[in-house]
C-alpha cells in the first residue's frame, strides 16, 4: 500500500470517529471529546488487528467509508453503483432526535499481496482470496475490540467499554458489506452463533451505567 493510501486510510478512520462521536454526543455534548477518542481508539484497533490478520493470511487489508450497494441477502440484490453511506449516522440522530444511534461506518477491501500469488507451492488455487479469511479478518477485529471493553471496564473506563460493545454489535448486522456480512456470506451458522454472542454482549453493555 501506497503512502498516499496509508494517509487516506488515517484520515477515513479520524473522520469516522469524529462523526460517531457526535452522533453519540448529540444529547449529551459535554461527552462528545470522550467519545471521539474513544471511537478513534476502537476503529484503530479494529483496522490494525484486520491488517495483522490479513498479513497471515498474505492478504491486503483497506479501509474505507462504508457504501451501500447490496440491499439484500442474495448477492443479486444490489444497486447499480455503490451509494455513500458515511453521514447515515448523523442523519438519523438529527432525524431521530438522539432516539437512534447507527454506528456503521467503515467497511473493507481485500487483495492477495504478491507473496500470497507467487507462494512457494506455485499452486494457483490457493491464491483465490475466499469470504471465509473476510470472516476470519472481520471476526478477529470484533473479538480484539470486546478484549479491549473488557479491559476498558475492568480499569474504570465504562463509557469506552459501552461504546465498544455497541459497535461491535452494530458491525455484526448482515448488511452492505458490514463486517457482519462478511461473516454471514463465509457461513450462516457461524454468524448466527457470532450474533448470538454480540447480542448477549449487548445485553451486558446496556446493564453498564
Do not use: C
Amino acid at each position: 500500500m501506497s503512502t498516499k493510501e496509508n494517509w487516506k486510510e488515517i484520515t477515513t478512520v479520524i473522520i469516522a470517529a469524529l462523526v460517531l462521536g457526535l452522533t453519540v454526543a448529540y444529547k449529551d455534548h459535554e461527552i462528545f471529546y470522550y467519545a471521539a477518542i474513544s471511537f478513534l481508539i476502537i476503529l484503530t484497533l479494529n483496522v490494525l488487528v484486520k491488517k495483522a490478520v490479513g498479513h497471515y493470511f498474505e492478504i491486503g487489508v483497506r479501509t474505507k467509508f462504508w457504501t451501500w450497494y447490496q440491499f439484500g441477502l442474495r448477492k443479486d440484490w444490489h444497486f447499480k453503483k455503490p451509494v455513500p453511506m458515511m453521514w447515515l449516522p448523523l442523519i438519523l440522530v438529527l432525524f431521530t432526535k438522539g432516539f437512534f444511534l447507527w454506528l456503521g461506518i467503515l467497511e473493507f477491501d481485500v487483495e492477495a499481496k504478491t507473496e500470497r500469488v507467487s507462494r512457494r507451492h506455485g499452486l494457483y488455487r490457493f491464491t483465490e482470496v475466499t469470504e471465509w479469511h473476510m470472516a476470519w479478518i472481520a471476526t478477529w477485529a470484533l473479538a480484539a475490540n470486546f478484549a479491549l471493553a473488557i479491559i476498558a471496564y475492568i480499569v474504570g473506563f465504562e463509557l469506552f467499554a459501552k461504546l465498544s460493545i455497541y459497535f461491535i454489535a452494530w458491525s455484526m448486522v448482515p448488511l452492505a458489506r458490514f463486517d457482519g456480512a462478511k461473516i454471514f456470506y463465509a457461513s450462516r451458522a457461524f454468524w448466527i452463533i457470532a450474533f448470538a454472542i454480540a447480542m448477549i454482549i449487548l445485553g451486558w453493555g446496556l446493564t453498564i451505567v
